[in-house]
T-cell receptor, first 112, second 116 residues
C-alpha cells in the first residue's frame, strides 16, 4: 500500500525558533493535509492543500504542496510552548479520494 | 457547534469479550470513517460508511470486526472476541462530502481500547 515518509521523527527546539518538517511519498497524492495531535486527543486539522505548488498559511503555520505531488512540508514560525504535540501529514489519492494515508508523525517539543 | 463525538473515551475488556465503540458525526456530515492508531504510529484507515451503507471496508480485518452506520443513531465499530493485539486508539472522523471539495475529515477524541 501507499506509504508516507515523515521526517524528522522528533524535534527539540527553543521557544521562538522556527521549525520545518516534511513528508515524501513514492506515489502521487491529490490532497495533502497536516494535522496536530495532543496527548489523549484526536488529530486536529491545521492546513489542507489541494493543488500542486499551492502554498497556504494559517497564522504561524505555512504548508506547501510539492510540484511533483509526492511531497509536502510544514513550517512553524516563532514557536511557542503550546505548539508541543505530534504533527502528522496525510495524503489522499485519486480513486479512493476519501482514504487518508498518514505519516508516522513528528513529535515536537518546545523548551520555554 | 459540536464536533465529532466518540464514546466511551476509554474501554477495558478481557480477552474474548466484545467491544462496541460509538461515533456521532458532526452536524451536517453524512460520511463517517474509522481509523486505528497503534502506539507511536500514524492512523490507519479501516472503514468508510455512509448512512446504512458500507462504502469501503478494505482496511478492516476480515474476522471479528464489523461496522455500521444506521439510519438513526451513531456509527458503531464492533470488535468481537477481542485479543491483546486489538489494544489501540480507535478514531472516528466525519466529512460533509467525499468528493474533491469540502471533504476535509474532522476527527473525534478517540476511544482507547485496552485488552487485558
Amino acid at each position: 500500500g501507499q506509504q508516507l515518509n515523515q521526517s524528522p521523527q522528533s524535534m527539540f527546539i527553543q521557544e521562538g525558533e522556527d521549525v520545518s518538517m516534511n513528508c515524501t511519498s513514492s506515489s502521487i497524492f491529490n490532497t495533502w493535509l497536516w494535522y496536530k495531535q495532543d496527548p489523549g486527543e484526536g488529530p486536529v486539522l491545521l492546513i489542507a492543500l489541494y493543488k500542486a505548488g499551492e502554498l497556504t498559511s494559517n497564522g504561524r503555520l505555512t504548508a506547501q504542496f510539492g510540484i511533483t505531488r509526492k511531497d509536502s512540508f510544514l513550517n512553524i514560525s516563532a514557536s511557542i510552548p503550546s505548539d508541543v504535540g505530534i504533527y502528522f501529514c496525510a495524503g489522499q489519492s485519486g480513486g479512493s479520494n476519501y482514504k487518508l494515508t498518514f505519516g508516522k508523525g513528528t513529535l515536537l517539543t518546545v523548551n520555554p | 457547534n459540536a464536533g465529532v463525538m466518540q464514546n466511551p473515551r476509554h474501554l477495558v475488556r478481557r480477552r474474548g469479550q466484545e467491544a462496541r465503540l460509538r461515533c456521532s458525526p458532526m452536524k451536517g456530515h453524512s460520511h463517517v470513517y474509522w481509523y486505528r492508531q497503534l502506539p507511536e504510529e500514524g492512523l490507519k484507515f479501516m472503514v468508510y460508511l455512509q448512512k446504512e451503507n458500507i462504502i469501503d471496508e478494505s482496511g478492516m480485518p476480515k474476522e471479528r470486526f464489523s461496522a455500521e452506520f444506521p439510519k438513526e443513531g451513531p456509527s458503531i465499530l464492533r470488535i468481537q472476541q477481542v485479543v491483546r493485539g486489538d489494544s489501540a486508539a480507535y478514531f472516528c472522523a466525519s466529512s460533509r462530502t467525499s468528493g474533491e471539495l469540502n471533504n476535509e475529515q474532522f476527527f473525534g477524541p478517540g476511544t482507547r481500547l485496552t485488552v487485558l
